[in-house]
């Protein structure tokens, strides 16, 4: 409901092009999110911000790449080559999988390591 706690950060990260909805009228915030979707949160945020990060990595083709959403690839590999996201042992990124926690700690961890040495 528009009452809850979390409802005015929704509506922000909504408006600023970070989020977006599971179709144009529903956004679904009590569902798991995706590690590609996830990695499209992050790279909007980078927009958002108008910052770029330095590639630190060449960029390495997932086994599962034919897995990753269209509109997650650009987000996927671009995080990946910048060092923030990485793929399994196995070589796959497993797009479609849940985010754990300690995979989104991870991920702010990297970032906000990155972002401390980024001149603007």
């Known amino acids: 409901s528009s009452a809850s706690y979390y409802a ?16 144009n009228d529903k956004f679904s915030p009590e569902s798991d999110v995706t590690r590609e979707q996830l990695a499209v949160m992050v790279y909007n945020y980078m927009k958002f911000i108008k910052t770029d990060l330095e590639f630190i990595n060449n960029k390495v083709d997932f086994t599962d790449d034919d897995k990753i959403s269209v509109w997650a690839k650009e987000a996927v590999y671009y995080m990946q080559r910048a060092g923030i996201i990485s793929g399994m042992p196995d070589g796959s990124f497993k797009p479609k999988g849940t985010a754990t926690r300690a995979e989104v700690a991870t991920i702010f961890m990297n970032l906000s390591n990155k972002l401390s040495n980024v001149t603007k």
Do not use: K, L
């Open 8 to 23: 005015g950060f929704v509506a922000w990260a909504t408006e600023n092009g970070i989020v977006s909805g599971v179709s």
